[in-house]
Each structure stands twice: as C-alpha cells, then as structure tokens.
C-alpha cells in the first residue's frame, strides 16, 4: 500500500517551453502533497505544500508563477514548469500524505527534466 | 533552507561492518525520520522517530534521537551491498512539511 506514482519519469524539453509533471496517490487519498527538487548529489528542498482544493503554499524563493501546482482532487497533484529554462534542470519530486493522519510522507519515484 | 547536517557526507564500509550516520539539526521537532535514496530513484522511508522517544528499532536499523544534542543516529548493522545508497534524514517541525539534511552516500563493499 501507500504508493505515488509520478509521470513522467524523465522529460526532455526546449528552453521556453512548459512541462507539466503528475503526482497521484495510487492507493489513499492525500489531502496534502509536497513538491521537492534535488540537484545531482544534493538534498531535497521543499518548493511548496499542495492542498487538495487551495492554493498551494510556496516556499520562500520559489517563484509560484514558474512553478504551477494544481491539486484538483484527493489522489493527483500537478507541477507545471513555464517557460522552461537550463537551470530549471533537475530531478523533481512529489510527495504525499494520507488524509488519515499518519506522520509519513510517502514518495513519488521523481521526474528528470532536463531543458535544452 | 536546510534543517539538518549530516556527518559523514560519504562513507565506505565492507559487507558485514556496521555503519554509523549522524544528523544534526537546528529547531524544535515533532519528529525526525531516515529516508534511503537509492541514485537517481525516489526515497524509501525507513523509520520515524518522534521529539519524546529516544531510541527505535526496525530490523537492521537502529534510531537514536537527542533532543537536548538536537542529534539523531542511524545504525545499519551487518551491512549489504544493497544498502548501497544515500541516506538523509528529514525534521518534521509540526507544520507538515519534511526538511531535509544534506545525506550521506554510503557504499558497501562486497
């Protein structure tokens, strides 16, 4: 039980373009999911916390214009990059939390995206 | 910004030997989990350990929490080839969100 799936697993896009990345819930519903991203050989940094019918939450430095999260149901996530540049390049990943209140955050497997 | 440092950044170890990892971190936690990241793959969670225990137990794996040190350990004991992998712990600081320290790479040897 308790799986995240994200697709896709790898994306190659042109310098302007906009990707969208999904993160669903296979198996429980998540009324919270967080998006991370990780650069080679770093840790995760928390992006934002998506909350199933609101706005999500950005952290500070991230630019919620750029980085698009829609949480339109219990079991799916979107992050969608706009106007994809090079250093926008990374591995992203997607969380999420039970509605039934366990502490654990259970994770996608990531999405690559590498801009050209 | 990040929570949590961990010592060492790598370390390599033969099958068989036990390794040690560290976490250091810097406010107040609800509680402190160890998550495994094998290379470009996403995370397991491996054991949580909440701000009023002190020690824990799943199999191989040995927690210990200070919450006086702000420090956590993780203990890998009779280490595999398949524990091959970064380890990185992450604070829960009662607003949901997970921080997470810088990892360290572990390789075993067989």
């Known amino acids: 039980g308790a799986v995240v799936s994200q697709h896709p697993s790898w994306v190659i896009c042109k310098s302007g373009t906009s990707v969208k990345i999904e993160c669903r819930s296979l198996?429980?519903?998540?009324?919270?999911m967080f998006w991370y991203r990780q650069f080679p050989k770093q840790s995760l940094m928390l992006m934002a916390t998506?909350?199933?019918?609101?706005?999500?939450?950005?952290e500070q430095g991230v630019e919620k214009d750029k980085f698009l999260i829609n949480h339109a149901s219990l079991t799916l996530s979107t992050l969608t990059v706009t106007s994809a540049h090079p250093e926008d390049s990374s591995f992203y990943i997607c969380?999420?939390?039970?509605?039934?209140?366990?502490?654990?955050?259970?994770f996608g497997p990531g999405t690559r995206l590498t801009v050209l | 910004s990040q929570q949590g440092e961990e010592d060492p950044q790598a370390l390599s170890i033969q099958e068989g030997e036990n390794a040690t990892m560290n976490c250091s971190y810097k406010?107040?936690?609800?509680?402190l989990q160890w998550y495994r990241q094998n290379s470009g793959r996403g995370l397991v969670h491996l054991i949580l350990?909440?701000?009023?225990?002190r020690e824990k137990h799943s199999g191989r794996l040995r927690v210990t929490l200070d919450t006086s040190k702000k420090s956590s350990s993780l203990l890998i004991t009779a280490s595999r080839a398949a524990d091959t992998a970064s380890y990185f712990c992450?604070?829960?600081?009662?607003?949901?969100?997970?921080?997470f320290g810088t990892g360290t790479r572990l390789l075993v040897s067989p």
């Open positions: 969380s999420a939390r039970s509605r039934f209140g366990t502490d654990t955050q259970y």
């Open positions: 198996d429980f519903q998540a009324t919270t």
């Open positions: 998506s909350n199933e019918g609101s706005k999500a939450t950005y």
């Open positions: 406010t107040s936690i609800n509680n």
């Open positions: 350990i909440r701000s009023n225990e």
């Open positions: 992450a604070t829960d600081t009662g607003f949901q969100k997970l921080v």
